[in-house]
Structure formats: C-alpha cells, structure tokens
C-alpha cells in the first residue's frame, strides 16, 4: 500500500496540530493557551484551523455557532510522511545518512551510538519507520 501524501505544514500549522495531537479534540478557546508563547490571537488561531479543515487535516463537531475540532490524521501517520521526506530530500532515502548527519553534528558519544543501533535492530524488520519510540513519549517529544 502506497504511503499517504500530505500537503505542506506551516510552522503555525504544526504547532496546532501538535496540540490537537497532545490534547485530542479542543474548542479554538482551549487550543490558544497550549501553544508556545508568543500565542497568537484567538482570530489567528481561528483561521489556522479553519486551514488546516481544508488541507484535510481537522475536521469539527458543531455545537450551536462554535465547533470542537479534532485531527483527522494520526501524528505517527504524519511523522512517517515528514520522516519519508526529510529521508527523500536530504539524504538520498538512506536511514544511515541520516544517522551519520546525526552523530557528527550532535557529537554523540559511542554509549549512544550504541543505543541507537540496538534500536534500529530492535525494530521490526519489514517496516523500520513503524518502531515505536521509545525514546519519546506519547506527545512525541523525547523523554
């Protein structure tokens, strides 16, 4: 089955669906005070949204003249995508390349270069980009 195509995140677009991610289904209200500061206004965010509802990302319930959003892509689903394209268009598809761009520019040491490789061959093999994380935790940031 091919992998799914995304349309481009902005960075603002990003950050909202972080917190529809992190939070599950939320009033434009709720999502505000979520976001990194400088928070935008509660227009910006509005029409953030109402973006990311016609890029196919958030769909909504309404409830009189205001509307719950939620995500209609799932984060890991996304993460696979950028990962596949960050892959694709800075190292040629190689998962190593990308761990060697890594290792050189975070100097890591060989305790974790070591742990990097007992995770690449802890995960399964027909789809290496399906491994959980363990080195992050559910809102996908690292532990």
Not at 53 to 80: N, P, S
């Amino acid at each position: 089955m091919p992998e799914p195509t995304f349309p481009e995140l902005t960075r603002a677009e990003e950050q909202v669906m972080q917190v529809l991610w992190q939070h599950g289904p939320a009033f434009v209200k709720d999502v505000v005070p979520a976001l990194p500061a400088p928070r935008p206004a509660v227009t910006t965010v509005s029409t953030i949204i109402r973006i990311l509802e016609q890029k196919g990302f958030v769909g909504h319930e309404a409830f009189g003249r205001t509307h719950r959003y939620h995500a209609l892509v799932a984060r890991d689903e996304y993460r696979r995508f950028s990962l596949g394209k960050l892959l694709g268009g800075y190292f040629g598809g190689s998962f190593s390349r990308l761990v060697s761009f890594f290792a050189q520019e975070e100097n890591l040491d060989a305790a974790q270069l070591e742990e990097l490789l007992r995770h690449a061959q802890s995960a399964p093999a027909n789809n290496p980009a399906d491994a959980s994380d363990p080195a992050s935790d559910d809102d996908g940031r690292p532990a």
